[in-house]
């Protein structure tokens, strides 16, 4: 029967999925926090919002919308990503920016005062390691 019923409508998606942990999050905020009118309308709207994406019949709307959260979530992903790399090598390199075309550069630590040479645009700079 329910099956029936969800033949047609779209579902649930890593979208969706993502408004539901962000409905949690605000859920276990309101505990520890003061019980705010506005993190429970929050909550509320965040539920309506899911509901209506599971019910909804528009497929390939809800698919675009998806496709744009899945891209800003991987450059999201991607940067966090970056950041923990650089924090892991912070000790054995040095990092620089291009000053003709900003490429971020990286040099081994503790090689005095060098000529670094940029790979993109063959700009080449001073820098001290």
């Excluded at 675009?64 to 970056?82: H, M, T």
Aim: charged share 25%; proline share 2%.
């Amino acid at each position: 029967m329910f099956r029936n019923f969800m033949r047609g409508r779209y579902g649930i998606d890593q979208l969706t999925i993502a408004l539901l942990v962000m409905v949690l999050i605000v859920n276990i905020g309101m505990l520890f926090l003061a019980d705010s009118i506005l993190l429970r309308i929050m909550m509320i709207l965040l539920l309506v919002i899911c509901y209506m994406r599971v019910f909804s019949k528009n497929i390939f709307r809800r698919s675009q919308e998806n496709a744009r959260f899945l891209r800003c979530y991987d450059l999201w992903k991607e940067r966090i990503s970056l950041k923990r790399r650089r924090l892991r090598e912070h000790q054995t390199y040095r990092f620089f920016r291009c000053p003709a075309c900003g490429q971020k550069l990286r040099v081994p630590k503790r090689k005095g005062k060098i000529t670094i040479t940029c790979a993109k645009c063959g700009h080449r700079f001073d820098g001290k390691t």
